[in-house]
């Protein structure tokens, strides 16, 4: 009988044993799994300024350095490519205008949204060449204006000439992305040009092209965002968190040494140092929390573009903003 029961008591030592053994394994596996090997792929508009700092510096490899983690910079044109890029598991973070974000969700692409990037009021806009004599919106009418399809200008432009009761069927939309257009608008083959900062300060320090309209003139909002993919965020959220943090650290230094960044960013780009100051007041990054009446304010973007035929459902924004990740980064 004690033989009997030693061995029982063997038996279940050994199974207890080994699923301590399983557990411990599988909490191994999970955590390594979380991070080892994972690349971070992060999306921007074009090289240099803020974030060609960030790589020159390496700051985001280093921060994910310590979670096993790597780095891989993916440069795009425009915010709908990045959309697609993500929806195709490509990119992992980006940031971009409101219009990408609203066709996206409208396409039923996986992401959230985790901070602001742009107050909105000046960093879009529509110039003219400033010999047309054209003073105004409604003068565009009958002309050929370059936009892309789909960004946040498109947007801009669209319920700017709703706002102000123009029809927008007696106005050539020509899509165009901004290296066309700046060659159209050069040329004169188009009339105006619906875009975004720097292209906005560039023509008009030159002294080529003068802005009519922008945000603040029309009374509406084209905030950036930082988007991340739905996936990664849900697999990986400390690396969020750590994303938000580093984006954080760079503003920092930037705000710290103005001068310094302001010559950095027009040696980069082979431009005068006014014009940077120019562009970043009408256009200077942030980070912060989404509030609610932004999201309002998006809500009512996504409203106007779905009657306007532009997204082919009705969606409701409030699913795509997460502001869980940039709460613990700031704690």
């Known amino acids: 009988m004690k033989k009997q029961l030693f061995t029982l008591l063997l038996l279940a030592l050994t199974f207890l044993l080994a699923a301590c053994a399983s557990d411990e394994t599988s909490k191994k596996t999970k955590a390594s799994s979380n991070n080892n090997d994972v690349v971070v792929r992060i999306g921007v508009q074009g090289s240099?300024?803020?974030?060609?700092?960030?790589?020159e510096d390496q700051l985001f490899e280093k921060a994910f350095a310590s979670y096993g983690a790597t780095v891989e910079w993916v440069e795009f044109h425009s915010g709908?490519?990045?959309?697609?890029?993500?929806?195709?598991?490509?990119?992992?973070?980006?940031?971009?205008?409101?219009?990408p974000v609203i066709t996206a969700q409208a396409a039923n692409i996986p992401f959230k949204i985790i901070s602001q990037t742009l107050e909105g009021k000046k960093n879009v806009g529509v110039i003219v060449q400033s010999s047309s004599g054209i003073t105004?919106?409604?003068?565009?009418?009958?002309?050929?204006?370059?936009?892309?399809?789909?960004?946040?200008a498109y947007d801009f432009i669209l319920r700017s000439f709703d706002k102000l009761n123009i029809n927008p069927d007696e106005v050539e939309l020509i899509n165009l992305n901004p290296d066309e257009?700046?060659?159209?608008?050069?040329?004169g083959g188009v009339d105006a040009w619906a875009i975004w900062e720097p292209y906005l300060t560039i023509n008009?320090?030159?002294?080529?092209?003068?802005?009519?309209?922008?945000?603040?003139?029309?009374?509406?909002?084209?905030?950036?965002?930082t988007i991340a993919r739905s996936k990664f965020t849900e697999e990986n959220p400390e690396l969020v968190v750590t994303?938000?943090?580093?984006?954080n650290e760079l503003l920092a230094w930037e705000t710290a040494n103005e001068e310094e960044a302001v010559e950095r960013y027009a040696k980069e780009r082979n431009l005068p140092v006014a014009?940077?100051?120019?562009?970043?007041?009408?256009?200077?990054?942030?980070?912060?929390l989404v509030e609610d009446a932004i999201i309002e304010e998006h809500q009512k973007t996504a409203d106007f573009q779905y009657e306007h035929g532009t997204i082919r459902q009705r969606i409701d924004v409030s699913k795509i903003f997460d502001n869980r990740f940039y709460k613990e980064a700031v704690k």
Do not use: C
Request: hydrophobic fraction near 35%.
């Open 204 to 225: 008009t320090l030159s002294d080529k092209g003068t802005i009519i309209a922008d945000g603040e003139s029309v009374g509406l909002l084209s905030p950036s965002y």
């Open 181 to 187: 257009a700046q060659a159209a608008f050069d040329s």
């Open 243 to 247: 994303y938000l943090k580093t984006f």
């Open 136 to 152: 105004s919106m409604e003068e565009l009418k009958g002309k050929k204006v370059a936009v892309g399809k789909g960004t946040n």
């Open 275 to 288: 014009l940077i100051e120019q562009t970043r007041q009408r256009s200077k990054s942030i980070n912060i």
């Open 80 to 99: 709908p490519p990045m959309t697609e890029a993500i929806a195709s598991n490509k990119l992992d973070f980006a940031g971009l205008g409101n219009m």
């Open 48 to 55: 240099g300024g803020l974030f060609g700092k960030a790589r």
